[in-house]
């Protein structure tokens, strides 16, 4: 035993002396490491961009890159001695572990109200603490960013989604400003964009950072909107103490959730509306399910408006909306502002809806950008600038360039302006030099890997293929021309066919919606127009397609073939889960009870074979109030003189003359070759 001590003391002299030759002091290595990496970048920064230099940039990286593994493996080992010397010969230092984690874990106490700043205060530190532990100077602003993006606002997302944060706590944004700027949580450095500048959307001229005092309120109105949607226990439960007969309770309760979101209720009330179900949950008067609630539609005093009680169910009788007379004489505009509002055929229950997304649904990306000040997207591509103040620079994009061209030459301002910026801060902050060599190659480094990542085409053209080799991007030749075929068939015997398009000027804008039916035999059967106000351009085709079931429904013509030049359309009708705009969701459900008792199918055809269906979209844009226009076969045969009219205005496809509320319509048909005349009827909607 004596012999096997003395030959483990030998080995262990040893051990240390190839210790220190092989590996040395490890965390010497990675200062000199990282010196010499530091010298390699200052050369490139002044001598430009060689290969050479490139070559021993990356060598110094790697080298860098194993002295920091070296030097984290060996903390790992460090940490584990305590197991080695204690683990296989008594177990208090497990014990003392064990204690540690339990009793960080161990809930000793229930608090009843808004949650303390002592409470919280706990992910506070641990947020500093993981801002002071980073290598913020080895790290550009950039990867700064994307740090506090995806590891630090990820921390709060859970707890601040709970628990109204104390503005005492949120002075952390703080740290974390002083740590994007300079790298250091207690170092300021003077700055010339604010913080909300910063916070904004990248669309908007921001870093896409999260404010957390925004964050704060968007995560109140968030947990106040599941109070009147969820159906959690802690939803169903805090409901049953809140809300008496359809309205909050006045006195104070304890409650952590309460207190931070009953500030929000008013924000939810203002900017919801009920979709109408079965109406037992709305009141009539009060609640906003027709656009405004009616009792401020008609100034109705809040001293008699609290007192009326009635619902929406008690207006409607076998899915018929049924007004009594005396209000209808008591407020005359009332029975047509309560007609715009559809009854679902298939009765459910009321749901309230955000006004403010197509869903009807508050999610927390929403409620943040709700709380957030909305500033207009920067269309930077599009800026015109004098070249006296730069801004015929922008000019040369406007010139006769080809896609990629058009793609590299914006790059290319955009990068030039960059670079100057760059240089400047370099100077002036930084006391560091940059040379006009190497603020060149950087340009044409960015702008090459812009133009290369394009999908946009070039043309054949000299000028164009001078100017991308100059930026070293490789040319992307146009592609041959595909020709198509279109042509509009008829429907088979008994079917009707429908072909419906959408308008809007502006997306959106002053909006309408168009059909025209025809037989078997390409004649022509009944034709609307419809203006629809302003509305987005799916909006206006999907009501055109609504529109024309709900026609062909009431006609009973239960063999129908739609055919739309909107793709958005036809997959809509193809997925009839998938959800639509909220303000179309009752008429939808109607829609497709009425396609179940139908033959019904829908295609897509190109805009050049539905040029009727969007002639009669069009035309809806004119009609001034609020009607469809209908159209509808009075002769098969047109006379000579009405031959020649037709003629006459061949470079329009319809031509109108209004008599009051009949009107004779001639319109020439390119997708049948044949010429009808047509009665207008108005029938308000």
Not at 504 to 520: D, T, V, Y
């Given at each position: 035993?004596?012999?096997l001590?003395?030959?483990l003391?030998i080995?262990?002299?040893?051990?240390?002396?190839?210790?220190k030759d092989c590996?040395?002091?490890?965390?010497?290595?990675?200062?000199?490491?990282?010196q010499k990496?530091h010298q390699i970048?200052?050369?490139i920064?002044h001598?430009?961009?060689?290969e050479?230099?490139?070559?021993?940039?990356?060598l110094?990286s790697?080298?860098?890159?194993?002295?920091?593994n070296?030097q984290?493996v060996?903390?790992?080992e460090k940490?584990?001695?305590?197991?080695?010397?204690?683990?296989?010969?008594?177990?208090?230092?497990?014990h003392?572990i064990?204690?540690i984690k339990?009793?960080t874990k161990?809930i000793?106490?229930?608090?009843?109200?808004?949650?303390k700043a002592?409470?919280l205060q706990?992910?506070?530190?641990?947020?500093?603490?993981?801002?002071s532990?980073w290598k913020a100077?080895?790290?550009?602003i950039?990867g700064?960013?994307?740090?506090?993006?995806s590891?630090?606002q990820?921390m709060?997302?859970?707890?601040?989604?709970?628990?109204?944060?104390p503005a005492?706590?949120?002075n952390?944004?703080k740290?974390?400003?002083?740590f994007?700027?300079s790298?250091?949580?207690?170092?300021?450095?003077?700055v010339?964009?604010?913080?909300?500048?910063?916070?904004?959307?990248?669309?908007?001229?921001?870093?896409?950072?999260r404010s957390?005092?925004k964050?704060?309120k968007a995560?109140?109105?968030?947990l106040c909107?599941?109070?009147?949607?969820?159906?959690t226990s802690?939803?169903?439960?805090l409901?049953?103490?809140?809300f008496?007969?359809g309205?909050?309770i006045r006195?104070?309760?304890?409650?952590?959730?309460?207190?931070?979101?009953?500030?929000e209720l008013?924000?939810?009330?203002?900017?919801?509306?009920?979709?109408l179900?079965n109406g037992?949950?709305i009141?009539?008067?009060n609640?906003?399910?027709c656009g405004?609630?009616?009792?401020?539609?008609?100034?109705?005093p809040?001293?008699?408006?609290?007192l009326?009680s009635s619902?929406v169910?008690?207006?409607?009788?076998?899915g018929?909306?049924?007004?009594?007379?005396?209000?209808s004489?008591a407020?005359d505009?009332?029975?047509?502002i309560?007609?715009?509002?559809i009854?679902?055929?298939?009765?459910s229950?009321?749901?309230l809806?955000?006004?403010?997304t197509d869903s009807?649904?508050?999610?927390l990306?929403?409620?943040?950008q709700?709380?957030m000040q909305?500033y207009q997207d920067?269309?930077?591509l599009?800026?015109?600038?004098?070249?006296?103040?730069?801004e015929?620079?922008w000019?040369l994009?406007?010139l006769?360039?080809?896609p990629?061209?058009?793609v590299?030459?914006?790059?290319?301002?955009?990068?030039?302006?960059?670079?100057i910026?760059?240089?400047?801060?370099q100077a002036r902050y930084?006391n560091?030099?940059?040379?006009?060599k190497?603020?060149i190659s950087?340009?044409i480094?960015d702008t090459?890997l812009?133009g290369n990542?394009t999908?946009?085409?070039?043309s054949?053209?000299?000028?164009?293929?001078?100017?991308l080799?100059?930026?070293?991007?490789?040319i992307?030749?146009?592609?041959?021309?595909v020709?198509k075929e279109?042509y509009w068939q008829?429907p088979l015997l008994?079917?009707i066919?429908?072909n419906?398009?959408g308008?809007?000027c502006?997306?959106p804008g002053n909006?309408s919606c168009?059909?025209?039916?025809r037989?078997?035999?390409?004649d022509f059967?009944?034709g609307?127009?419809?203006p629809?106000?302003v509305a987005?351009?799916v909006f206006?085709?999907?009501?055109?397609?609504?529109r024309?079931?709900?026609?062909a429904?009431?006609?009973?013509?239960?063999?129908?073939?739609l055919e739309s030049?909107s793709?958005?359309?036809?997959?809509?009708?193809n997925?009839?889960?998938?959800p639509?705009?909220w303000?179309?969701?009752?008429?939808?459900k109607?829609?497709?009870?009425m396609?179940?008792?139908m033959n019904c199918?829908?295609?897509?055809?190109f805009?050049?074979?539905?040029?009727v269906?969007?002639?009669?979209?069009?035309h809806?844009?004119?009609v001034k109030?609020?009607k469809?226009?209908s159209f509808?076969?009075?002769?098969q045969k047109?006379?000579k003189?009405?031959?020649?009219?037709v003629?006459?205005?061949e470079?329009?496809?319809?031509?109108?003359t209004?008599?009051?509320?009949?009107?004779t319509?001639f319109?020439e048909d390119?997708e049948?070759?044949?010429?009808?005349?047509l009665e207008?009827?108005?029938?308000?909607?």
């Amino acid at each position: 035993m004596f012999i096997l001590s003395k030959k483990l003391k030998i080995l262990k002299d040893k051990l240390k002396i190839w210790n220190k030759d092989c590996f040395g002091n490890v965390h010497n290595h990675v200062i000199s490491a990282e010196q010499k990496l530091h010298q390699i970048q200052i050369q490139i920064q002044h001598n430009g961009h060689t290969e050479a230099l490139l070559n021993e940039e990356k060598l110094a990286s790697a080298q860098y890159e194993d002295a920091l593994n070296r030097q984290e493996v060996y903390w790992k080992e460090k940490a584990r001695v305590n197991w080695h010397l204690e683990g296989d010969r008594n177990t208090k230092y497990f014990h003392r572990i064990a204690k540690i984690k339990s009793s960080t874990k161990f809930i000793n106490s229930l608090q009843d109200g808004k949650p303390k700043a002592s409470y919280l205060q706990p992910i506070a530190d641990k947020i500093k603490l993981k801002l002071s532990a980073w290598k913020a100077s080895l790290l550009s602003i950039a990867g700064r960013v994307q740090l506090v993006r995806s590891v630090i606002q990820s921390m709060l997302t859970y707890s601040i989604s709970l628990y109204s944060w104390p503005a005492s706590l949120l002075n952390i944004e703080k740290c974390v400003r002083n740590f994007i700027w300079s790298g250091d949580i207690d170092k300021r450095k003077l700055v010339t964009t604010s913080w909300k500048k910063i916070c904004r959307p990248l669309s908007q001229g921001g870093l896409n950072l999260r404010s957390l005092s925004k964050l704060n309120k968007a995560t109140n109105l968030k947990l106040c909107w599941n109070l009147f949607n969820s159906q959690t226990s802690w939803a169903i439960l805090l409901r049953d103490r809140v809300f008496r007969k359809g309205k909050t309770i006045r006195h104070h309760i304890f409650s952590s959730i309460w207190s931070s979101i009953k500030d929000e209720l008013a924000v939810i009330m203002e900017n919801t509306i009920w979709l109408l179900g079965n109406g037992e949950e709305i009141n009539f008067w009060n609640d906003n399910w027709c656009g405004a609630p009616l009792a401020d539609q008609f100034n109705i005093p809040f001293q008699t408006s609290h007192l009326l009680s009635s619902t929406v169910s008690d207006y409607i009788l076998n899915g018929q909306w049924n007004i009594p007379p005396q209000l209808s004489q008591a407020f005359d505009n009332l029975t047509s502002i309560v007609h715009q509002v559809i009854i679902p055929m298939d009765q459910s229950q009321d749901k309230l809806l955000w006004k403010h997304t197509d869903s009807g649904d508050l999610e927390l990306k929403e409620a943040y950008q709700f709380k957030m000040q909305q500033y207009q997207d920067l269309q930077c591509l599009n800026l015109v600038l004098q070249f006296t103040s730069m801004e015929d620079i922008w000019k040369l994009c406007d010139l006769n360039w080809s896609p990629q061209c058009k793609v590299t030459l914006t790059a290319a301002i955009i990068n030039l302006l960059n670079t100057i910026w760059l240089v400047r801060n370099q100077a002036r902050y930084n006391n560091a030099v940059i040379s006009w060599k190497s603020a060149i190659s950087m340009i044409i480094v960015d702008t090459s890997l812009t133009g290369n990542n394009t999908s946009k085409l070039s043309s054949n053209a000299i000028k164009d293929f001078i100017f991308l080799k100059m930026f070293r991007i490789t040319i992307h030749h146009p592609k041959v021309p595909v020709i198509k075929e279109i042509y509009w068939q008829p429907p088979l015997l008994n079917w009707i066919k429908c072909n419906i398009d959408g308008a809007s000027c502006g997306n959106p804008g002053n909006a309408s919606c168009g059909g025209i039916f025809r037989n078997h035999e390409a004649d022509f059967i009944y034709g609307f127009a419809e203006p629809l106000g302003v509305a987005s351009s799916v909006f206006a085709e999907l009501c055109g397609a609504m529109r024309a079931i709900e026609i062909a429904y009431q006609k009973n013509w239960r063999s129908l073939w739609l055919e739309s030049d909107s793709t958005i359309v036809v997959s809509t009708f193809n997925n009839p889960s998938k959800p639509v705009s909220w303000a179309l969701r009752n008429r939808w459900k109607n829609v497709l009870f009425m396609i179940s008792q139908m033959n019904c199918i829908v295609t897509h055809i190109f805009r050049e074979g539905n040029q009727v269906a969007d002639l009669m979209a069009n035309h809806g844009k004119c009609v001034k109030k609020r009607k469809v226009v209908s159209f509808s076969v009075i002769a098969q045969k047109i006379t000579k003189s009405e031959e020649e009219r037709v003629s006459d205005h061949e470079s329009t496809l319809l031509e109108q003359t209004h008599n009051k509320k009949l009107a004779t319509t001639f319109i020439e048909d390119p997708e049948v070759k044949k010429t009808i005349k047509l009665e207008t009827n108005e029938e308000t909607t």
